[in-house]
């Protein structure tokens, strides 16, 4: 007898070969948990086109078609037309992809997908950089942070301009159903998940993965980290359902945002200025996203 | 059925015939009323497929990939600039094995913009690993997507075909066209049995990793197989065709009065309609000269190549594109595989680029270049463009 | 000629990557001190490897009757790559990260 909070069944094998603490494997446990086997993965150039080991293994228990980096709104586009051309209308399609593959590469191809409304979820693992690749900078990394590409040095480059909100882009889509989700809360994401399946259209969902190696944070505070970035409104958890805004966990003493940056080696750098102005940033960010939320309830 | 049908029409009416489940397009001059055609023919209820209007050609052919992946024939069509976006999936869809079946109207590349004929878009894409075929008129263009579809899934086969046709030439002219009847149609292709597919019930990762250790020379080797495979298939497959649809292609050659002809002129698409008439009128006035048409540039037929060198004394290669290199691409393949196996001179002429008329008076300058080296037994240079602006000896 | 070629004509990956023992690659070993587990299943909920598992309940004793009718969870040392997420996201300090030389020769 087991008393869960989530599904217990299983979609992801152990021996995968991801790094320790990978928040992008977590969040693909719980899409799988969440979703279940009657599904299909499309997987373009990121963490996850490594993750599941060298040719001949796999380490899921869904087929997965890997494909080109920024293709992934057109090959989700592609499987759901064949299968439902083919009459299997219930299998779940899913187009999971890193932050480099949604926010630059692939933005144009999903946006187009997501117009189009086809029966697909698009999950974004959001690790804030290329991973993959060795951690350089995209659209999604945020405010302040080191990269390989934004390293400092003495001109003190850092990627200091504002993370891209692909979430909000995929609102101004008109898709029913937009969500942010993070893995330090694997009740709300698999709920939301559920939620969505039932949605007949384009699903989107952002989810904040921490990185270790990326991040430069210790392996073992990857969830730590996750939860304080919801804890600082860093990644506020909500949900667009129809264009009405649902915020999720509305914590209710945000604590600093210098609580999530200093357990990161990414932001070790940050004076106590910039530190201010990050907290700015968020707080302005935090405060729109209530204003939204109360526009949407006005409506009712 | 009779019809009176435009290359592209024909095209459309081929991508129909054979019934694709998926087709994904993004439009480009002079491909457009191939797309257009068949959005029409899906809204009347004439034709059952998902329609994807995608956002570039680049998902154009991602979409296809994904589609024929799951499980299902597909189909799209394309041109110049938007094949050469297409570039990195087209070696996707070969190294993934699906045979999908593309056309591609041959379009000039930018800049300068030009939306006339030429065949660096396609040549561009010589080793994509596609099997290319070459048409000449709209008859062919209907047809050889039937055919593409027969020989590009048989399970020994598996690569993809680019169905290719001139722009405005054959795209946008229309002649009178001889429609299959569709149950024969289906009869001779067969439905869609996929080697492999997606599917929960057998969960697989297809494309994944390979170390430098692992089989990835091999999976790449086992492609070179399949192309040369190809020529044994496309023999076969168009043999059955002409013999269902009475029809009288050639597979990989169709020669035109080259039997002791002095002088071979070696061409692609449409230039051979415009040679075999000249062809006709230069034989009566005495002069032995003949045309060869290439259908198939992928798989390059070699061994046809060597039979048709020992017919003659020279043979001269026209492109409608440059290579920049030894030559323009058809040149450099031929010259490449007579190496060793004659001396007869092979010159290359260029010309026609940009959509630049080929006249039959160009064409006689030509046979007659060809016959006096023939006669010399030695060409004054290996490439000559011809019919540039100001060069008094082509005008 | 003669070469080994796959059979299939694309890579098909087919093969279950439980053949890979990532435990091999651990640093620190998380350790269960079953007289502290409350049976909450928080580290198996974490687990980025999904190397925890459940055993019946009697496979570990527990001092709290009322948990004794829960299943029980155990670590598989054959994947964990020792993250410690476990250790750290453990309500009740029950899993100990200690330095996996301390095991070497042991059975498992």
Not at chain 2, 120 to 128: F, H, N, P, Q, V
Not at chain 2, 258 to 285: H, P, Q, W
Not at chain 2, 330 to 340: G, H, R
Request: glycine share 6%.
């Amino acid at each position: 007898m087991k008393k869960l909070t989530i599904p217990e069944e299983e979609h992801m094998l152990s021996g995968h070969t991801a790094c320790l603490g990978c928040g992008a494997t977590i969040a693909m446990r719980y899409v799988l948990k969440a979703l279940g086997k009657n599904t299909i993965l499309s997987i373009p150039a990121c963490c996850w086109a490594v993750i599941p080991g060298v040719y001949p293994h796999r380490t899921l228990d869904v087929p997965l078609l890997y494909t080109a980096f920024e293709v992934t709104g057109a090959a989700i586009s592609g499987i759901r037309e064949a299968l439902d051309a083919m009459g299997k209308e219930d299998v779940n399609v899913v187009g999971f992809a890193g932050d480099g593959g949604t926010a630059d590469i692939g933005l144009q191809a999903l946006s187009a997908a997501m117009e189009r409304g086809h029966n697909v979820f698009y999950i974004m693992y959001d690790n804030e950089a290329y991973m993959n690749t060795g951690i350089q900078r995209s659209g999604s990394t945020p405010m302040g942070a080191w990269t390989t590409t934004t390293p400092g040095g003495k001109k003190r480059m850092y990627k200091w301009e504002p993370k891209k909100s692909v979430a909000e882009i995929m609102v101004a889509h008109h898709i029913p159903y937009v969500a942010t989700a993070t893995i330090a809360y694997p009740e709300d994401m698999i709920a939301k998940l559920k939620r969505a399946k039932e949605i007949k259209g384009p699903k989107f969902f952002q989810i904040l993965s921490p990185c270790p190696t990326g991040w430069r944070h210790a392996p073992d505070k990857t969830v730590e980290i996750s939860r304080l970035a919801v804890q600082t409104n860093v990644f506020p958890l909500y949900e667009v359902i129809d264009g009405k805004y649902k915020i999720s966990i509305k914590p209710k003493n945000p604590k600093p945002v210098k609580e999530y940056l200093r357990l990161q080696g990414r932001f070790r750098h940050l004076t106590e200025e910039e530190i201010e102005k990050i907290q700015r940033h968020v707080d302005e960010n935090w405060k729109a996203l209530l204003k939204k939320e109360r526009c949407s309830q006005e409506e009712e | 059925m009779k019809m009176i049908l435009t290359g592209n029409e024909s095209a459309a009416w081929g991508a129909r015939l054979s019934r694709p489940k998926v087709i994904a397009a993004y439009p480009i001059t002079p491909q457009t009323s191939i797309i257009e055609t068949i959005a029409s023919f899906i809204a009347n209820g004439e034709m059952d497929a998902r329609y994807i209007r995608v956002e570039s050609e680049h998902s154009a052919m991602a979409a296809c990939i994904a589609a024929q992946n799951t499980g299902v024939r597909t189909y799209t069509a394309t041109s110049a600039h938007g094949l050469a976006l297409m570039h990195e999936v087209l070696i996707w869809a070969s190294g993934a094995r699906l045979p999908i079946v593309m056309s591609v109207v041959n379009r000039a590349m930018a800049p300068p913009w030009s939306v006339w004929t030429d065949q660096l878009d396609t040549m561009a894409e010589r080793d994509s690993g596609w099997i290319q075929v070459y048409t000449q008129n709209n008859q062919e263009v209907l047809d050889s997507i039937i055919m593409s579809y027969k020989i590009a899934e048989k399970h020994n086969i598996l690569l993809p075909t680019m169905v290719i046709e001139d722009a405005f030439i054959l795209s946008h002219t229309s002649e009178g066209v001889d429609v299959p009847e569709q149950k024969k149609v289906d009869d001779f292709i067969g439905e869609y049995n996929p080697a492999f597919k997606l599917d929960p019930e057998e969960p697989a990762g297809f494309g994944s990793l390979i170390m430098p250790e692992g089989p990835y020379m091999e999976f790449r080797y086992k492609m070179a197989l399949a192309m040369e495979e190809a020529k044994k298939e496309i023999k076969k497959v168009v043999e059955e065709f002409n013999e269902t649809f009475n029809r009288n292609y050639s597979p990989f050659i169709e020669e035109y009065r080259t039997e002791d002809a002095d002088a071979i002129m070696f061409v692609l698409g449409t230039i051979g309609s415009t040679a075999k008439d000249v062809v006709d009128s230069m034989r009566s006035e005495g002069y032995k000269v003949g045309v060869a048409r290439l259908r198939y540039f992928r798989p390059f037929p070699a061994e046809e190549v060597r039979r048709l060198a020992k017919k003659t004394n020279m043979i001269g290669v026209v492109d409608r594109s440059y290579s920049f290199g030894p030559g323009a691409d058809l040149f450099a393949e031929t010259k490449s595989v007579l190496y060793n196996h004659t001396d007869i001179p092979v010159k290359n002429y260029v010309m026609g680029l940009g959509g630049r008329d080929i006249t039959p008076a160009i064409l006689r300058k030509v046979f007659l270049d060809m016959l006096h080296i023939a006669k010399e037994g030695v060409a004054d240079k290996e490439i000559e463009w011809v019919g540039l602006q100001g060069d008094e000896r082509w005008s | 000629m003669s070469v080994n070629l796959p059979e299939d004509p694309t890579p098909i990956a087919k093969v279950p990557s439980t053949e890979n023992k990532t435990g091999g690659w651990r640093t620190f070993r998380p350790v269960i001190h079953y007289e502290k587990c409350i049976r909450c299943y928080i580290c198996w909920k974490f687990c980025p490897d999904a190397a925890i598992h459940f055993a019946p309940p009697e496979a570990h004793e527990s001092p709290k009757e009322a948990l004794s009718k829960f299943d029980t969870v155990e670590i598989n040392y054959d994947f964990c790559k020792g993250c410690g997420i476990c250790a750290n996201e453990c309500p009740v300090n029950a899993i100990e990260l200690v330095l996996e030389e301390n095991f070497r020769g042991d059975e498992e």
